[in-house]
Every structure is written in structure tokens, then in C-alpha cells.
């Protein structure tokens, strides 16, 4: 038997997509990627690329 899933707040709701648009804001090359359990957004992953242009010295 499954178990329904209760409908997420407004507040929550609110609160998960501020956050998935400051990281989406923050990044200029990488990923966002929202997990979800029983329709609930649980954790929110940030991967951020680095680019480097070939014709330029870079110091590390």
C-alpha cells in the first residue's frame, strides 16, 4: 500500500525555488540538479566548470 504524498507548503515551495535560482544565478558554466523524494524536493546539487581559454596563461 502506498502512502500519499502530502502537498508541499507554499513556504517550502517558495524556499526550493529561491534556492534553485540563486545557484542557477551564481554559476556561469555547470549544473543544478534538484533531487526528489515522493514529490518532495529533498536536496538541491551544485557543479560548477571551470573554462579556460588555450590562448592565455593561467596561474593556479
Not at 502512502?3 to 526550493?16: G, N, V
Not at 549544473?31 to 573554462?51: A, C, P
Amino acid at each position: 500500500m502506498t502512502t500519499p504524498t502530502p502537498e508541499p507548503k507554499p513556504d517550502d515551495e517558495l524556499k526550493w525555488l529561491a534556492a534553485v535560482q540563486q545557484h542557477v544565478k551564481s554559476i556561469k558554466y555547470g549544473e543544478v540538479h534538484i533531487i526528489v523524494h515522493n514529490g518532495r524536493v529533498t536536496q538541491i546539487e551544485r557543479t560548477e566548470k571551470l573554462r579556460f581559454d588555450n590562448n592565455r596563461d593561467y596561474e593556479i
